[in-house]
């Protein structure tokens, strides 16, 4: 069973077999949802590439890394469209 990253650094599992993974917070620079931030899963130890966020209206809107380099808790992500 692969394990991943937790919150606090270390390899963990749930009991239920639920694999924990560590989180970044994305926040949204742009687009419908400016100024938003959300919680969003890493990824193979980075922030996602892409993030798919619902909307107010029903429907969703696809961000995507503002930059390919970056680090620290939190990532920086720029709207492309809505889904």
Known sequence: MAHTLSQGGTSDACA???????????????GPLRGKRIEAQVVEGRPPSTVDVPADDGST?????????????SAEYTFLYRV
């Open 16 to 30: 239920s077999g639920q694999e924990v993974g560590a989180t970044i917070t994305a926040a949204l620079g742009d």
């Open 61 to 73: 809107c696809r961000y995507c890394l503002a930059q390919w380099s970056q680090s620290g808790i």
